[in-house]
């Protein structure tokens, strides 16, 4: 079974993927946060992210969000593997009928379907939602979706209007997956080996898991489903400060001045509470300059 990191906007970048490869072995696949057309262009750093020379020790797979044909084909040109978003819940982009509200967009999915036709060098892949409001508006599309040449369809359970809480939806996940012709693989709620393996044996069938908030809570999930065991608390806390040491190394190396780094850096922070002392995460968080930073990271390490 495959174990594939999600893409998160503002997280799973280049440097935490290079490193994170580094240190727990690579997943299968990672997955760029989503390439987005902005005022009528690609847009630049999502581009160079896909670009960059840290991902030469993964794999990856660009994944674009598109609101119609013409961004579709502007957001694929150049790459050899995509990951459609039919996902993304933030009113931001479902306002403009991309992410998860592309799920019930028959008309806009039947000419992507048309366009990933003429397009046999590249191998196309899906991540979705079960819907907007409704988990069983993806049954609007799902004819189309299956006639597509896909390598797999990843299901977060939940609809938009859910966002990440709440209860998952699996007897439509069910539904939805008895109904494609692809493989499937899970996405939602994945943050234990035990989570992942109740998953895999009530659903042994699945080509794989995606884990995104998962992963960045406890970065050495993947790591531990391979070695068969949930790691101590000091283990997972050595590749978490293994892990920083290399991001945070990249930054202060590639960015000027205080403000830029400590912008840059203490997003890492955001999802490990459950594993940081709070006092030390405390410290972290308000660090106003690289020397406070480094001495409340000190404190980890040593504490």
Not at 86 to 115: K, N, S, Y
Not at 235 to 256: A, D, M, N, P, W
Not at 257 to 262: A, E, F, N, V, W
Request: aromatic share 8%.
């Amino acid at each position: 079974m495959k174990l594939m990191c999600a893409p998160m906007q503002g997280f799973t970048e280049a440097p935490f993927r290079h490193f994170h490869a580094g240190v727990y072995g690579a997943a299968d696949c990672y997955f760029s946060p989503f390439l987005r057309v902005d005022h009528g262009a690609v847009r630049g750093r999502d581009l160079r992210d896909v670009t960059s020379p840290l991902n030469a020790n993964h794999r990856l797979v660009a994944q674009v969000i598109f609101r119609d044909a013409d961004e579709f084909s502007m957001l694929v040109r150049g790459h050899g593997a995509v990951d459609m978003n039919l996902g993304c819940p933030f009113p931001l982009q479902t306002r403009r009928g991309r992410g998860a509200a592309m799920v019930a967009r028959r008309d806009v999915l039947e000419e992507v379907a048309d366009l990933m036709a003429g397009m046999p060098d590249v191998t196309f892949s899906v991540k979705m939602r079960l819907g907007m409001t409704d988990p069983t508006e993806w049954r609007e599309t799902v004819d189309v979706l299956n006639r597509m040449a896909l390598t797999h369809v990843t299901v977060h359970p939940r609809v938009a209007s859910q966002q990440y809480s709440g209860g998952l939806h699996l007897d439509a996940f069910e539904s939805l997956a008895g109904e494609l012709r692809h493989p499937v693989v899970f996405n939602g709620d994945l943050d234990s080996v035990v989570a992942i393996g109740e998953i895999a044996a009530r659903y042994p069938w699945l080509h794989g898991v995606m884990a995104g908030r998962g992963l960045l809570a406890r970065p050495s999930l993947f790591a531990e489903c391979h070695s068969g065991r949930e790691w101590s608390r000091d283990e997972r806390l050595q590749g978490i400060c293994r892990l920083h040491e290399g991001v945070y190394g990249h930054y202060r190396s590639c960015l000027c001045g205080d403000s830029q780094i400590l912008s840059k850096i203490k997003p890492f922070w955001d999802y490990l509470g459950g594993e940081i002392d709070r006092k030390v995460m405390k410290s972290i968080r308000k660090a106003g300059s690289v020397a406070g930073y480094e001495t409340a990271v000190a404190a980890l390490q040593w504490g």
